[in-house]
């Protein structure tokens, strides 16, 4: 294969790839994009704990799909500005849903 106009052929590789990372750039943005997090309330009942509630919402929430349940614990933590795991019954924990 040989290059007739040289000036020709460059440009048309550099619109080809502009129009690649601009098709590329809008497939990103699509993929990517999340959905509006909520929350809901829980209630801190007797013999609960961020481990049992984490694994719970681990089953029935989700948000929560495909994470591990130490990581699910960490957020909970983080969202409700725990320092520990500790916490007591009546306490009122948001928890994240879609």
Known sequence: MRIVNKNKFIKSILITLMLIIFIMF????????HAEVKYK??????????????????SNNSYFENKDIRDIVDEIKYINHL???NINVGDELSIPTI
């Open 41 to 58: 309330k829980v209630g801190v009942s007797s013999g609960d704990t961020l481990w049992n509630i984490a694994k719970y919402e681990k």
């Open 83 to 85: 320092s520990n795991s």
């Open 26 to 33: 809008i497939l990103i943005n699509s993929c990517f994009s």
